[in-house]
């Protein structure tokens, strides 16, 4: 983890508690950082463990969760760590916010993929739905896990510390991050620290290494890396220990990793990708883009842009069919990208140009056009499935539901057939609701009138309920 010393709380390891030089404690940022990791092996001790036969999975999530810290083992598929990243050492329910805007997710998405590409792992931004994951959480602030505000850059929940623990989850801390120089790049370094905690090393000595506690600004190294050298364990040259806390006196995190990773195949070529839909021409606003993508070493994921810019990732593919949905696009000409990364961090694209159009080419019985879309007019029953053209649904005393929408009480603008109902919102606006004289004559009923008029206007403040139902964004 780490702080900027205005900032400073020391935290205190089986290490020992780190002071840091006083000049460091005076500047505007600090000299070294700090991770609040227990440096101590767990049961089992600091025996070998032979490498995983399939490759590993790093999750990147960047939109934070509700996780219990509990007396039990890390289980990133289940949002539980143990109490070891508790403050206290206690348990708790932990709310950790998605990280802050000011970050750029792509290059740190990125950096970290370039700090681990040399080892046999996958590295996905959608949670995977089976099998063991490590969780690299990034976001909040470290006082969701009871520490100070600004205290912590991260802090990993490591079972086996001296070897993997397969369902670990690693938070960095990116509130923590905010203003401080090259904050992108230290955001990215404290990721690939606390996630280098799940996959079993430990603090380093060497500035320029990963497991180092020396800042990026501070090393002089861009990028920081898993230096292939023989290096004291400790957190910075001053501050070294005689033995390391897994074994020897010495560590190397690069060799440490090929132990418990194995490295990545090394080829060069990019996998193929092709947009499967939607082809060139004209479609709706809404629609769902499929590509197929293949290659030697495997497909990591495969992330789709819409005139460059990314609308979602999948990383779950259906055998080689990757897709996301696209949802109310404007009108016109765009631009859409299939990028896939496989895992040797080759790149493949594939493009296609579309136009939009809005014209529906006629919509089925009770529904309207609106924007380009067919969607449930005003006086039809709502639908689970398709959202009502005027974007609220009402519900009279019966509990029958009807499509409706907005109108002025002033102008009664309401389609031929309703009449504007006052709600009670007193800002003069209401509901479009079936008239006394009129109804929607497509219900079939005997006597002319739709299947909600009984309720009566004069009854709507109190007969109808008024949900919203959202339009598909």
Known sequence: MRIAPSRLVLATLALGALALPAAAQQSTFRSTHQCGTPQIPRAGGPGPVAAAAATRTIYLNKNG?????????????????????????????????????????????????????????????????????????????????????????GIASADNFCGVTERGIAFSFSGTHLGVPQQDRELCATIAHEVGHILALEHVATPADEMSYVGVSESGAWPKSFIDMSSQCGTTPQQTMTNCSCGGTRSNTHQRLVQFLGLRATETVPPTVTITSPTAGTIARTFTITADATDASGIAEVTFKIDGVAIGTDSSPEGATY??????????????????????????????????????????????CVEGECLVSTGEACSETVPCAGGTCLQNQAGDQFCSQPCSLDTDDCPSGFACADIG??????????????????????????????????????????????RRK
């Open 65 to 153: 969760g509700t996780y219990a810290i509990a007396n039990s083992a890390t289980n990133s598929s289940t949002n539980t760590a143990s109490t070891s990243v508790s403050a206290n050492g206690q348990p708790r329910t932990a709310v950790i916010a998605p990280i802050n805007a000011q970050f750029n997710w792509t290059f740190i998405a990125q950096c970290v993929r370039d700090a681990y590409a040399r080892y046999d792992v996958r590295i996905v931004e959608t949670e995977p739905t089976s099998g063991n994951y490590v969780e690299a959480v990034v976001g909040g602030t470290g006082t969701e896990l009871g520490f100070g505000a600004n205290q912590l850059f």
């Open 323 to 368: 897709s996301v949905e696209a949802v109310r696009l404007a009108e016109g000409s765009h631009t859409i990208t299939a990028e896939a990364l496989d895992l040797a961090n080759n790149r493949g694209t594939a493009s296609v140009t579309v136009d939009v159009s809005f014209d529906c080419g006629g919509c089925g019985d009770g529904q309207t």
């Open 425 to 470: 919102n007193g800002d003069g606006t209401g509901v479009c609701n079936f008239s006394d004289d009129g109804g929607c004559c497509s219900t079939g009923d005997q006597d002319g009138q739709g299947p909600f008029v009984g309720i009566g206007l004069g009854a709507i403040g109190l007969g109808l309920v008024v949900s919203r139902r959202r």
